[in-house]
Antibody, heavy 121, light 107 residues
Framework: QVQLVESGGGVVRPGRSLRLSCAAS????????LHWVRQAPGKGLEWVASLSSDVTAVYYADSVKGRFTIFRDNSHNTLYLQMDRLRPDDTAMYFC??????????????WGQGMLVTVSS | DIQMIQSPSSLSASVGDRVTITCRAS??????LNWYKQKPGKAPHLLIY???TLQSGVPSRFSGSGAETDFTLTISSLQPEDFAIYYCQQSYSLPLTFGGGTKVEIK
């Protein structure tokens, strides 16, 4: 079955870096569009970044642009989120998610279990 | 950016009740509107996509309707496992945006 498993979270000081990983299985990773979505404690969902299957389309939320980098390793079925210059307001549960497209329609049909990132001094 | 406004932000209901949640977009998203359910400590999961298409495996008591800027999620007969937070999300344009959520609680 489809699985997305995040790792790499933890506690980090402001200004430091952290890299999240999302290991995928059970579907054709190479042809899938993948995203990161985060949720601050007690808050709603916020889309963070997306990466197309052929890596030609990369997009970021304004809140992370210039600090976060989304990339993938298709040979290892793994999605990454490199987070630099972290700030306290980046504290959140980070989910990786697969997007499925039907023509112009797209939606997140599979999600990882989430990985907590805490930015605190 | 397209803002998504959900109402109510929370509601109390009993098992067997009919529940309706609304989602309004700040501009037209045509039919590019999805609904997710999230239980505490868990990842969201997809209920409905393209405004009204039920995701495989989702019980038929869930239904969605609407177009352009106004959308509705209806649970025809609330079950114990339906107490959760529900989010709408537009996939019409970047940045992808979610509504603030509607918490469905037990009365």
């Amino acid at each position: 079955q489809v699985q997305l498993v995040e790792s790499g979270g933890g506690v980090v000081r402001p200004g430091r870096s952290l890299r999240l990983s999302c290991a995928a299985s059970g579907f054709n990773f190479n042809t899938s569009s993948l995203h990161w979505v985060r949720q601050a404690p007690g808050k709603g969902l916020e889309w963070v970044a997306s990466l197309s299957s052929d890596v030609t389309a990369v997009y970021y939320a304004d809140s992370v642009k210039g600090r976060f980098t989304i990339f993938r390793d298709n040979s290892h079925n793994t999605l990454y989120l490199q987070m630099d210059r972290l700030r306290p307001d980046d504290t959140a549960m980070y989910f990786c998610a697969r997007a499925t497209f039907f023509g112009a329609i797209n939606f997140f049909d599979y999600w990882g279990q989430g990985m907590l990132v805490t930015v605190s001094s | 950016d397209i803002q998504m406004i959900q109402s109510p932000s929370s509601l109390s209901a009993s098992v067997g009740d009919r529940v309706t949640i609304t989602c309004r977009a700040s501009q037209s998203v045509i039919y590019s509107l999805n609904w997710y359910k999230q239980k505490p400590g868990k990842a969201p999961h997809l209920l409905i996509y393209s405004a009204s298409t039920l995701q495989s495996g989702v019980p038929s008591r869930f239904s969605g309707s609407g177009a352009e800027t106004d959308f509705t999620l209806t649970i025809s007969s609330l079950q114990p496992e339906d107490f959760a937070i529900y989010y709408c999300q537009q996939s019409y344009s970047l940045p992808l945006t979610f509504g603030g959520g509607t918490k469905v609680e037990i009365k």
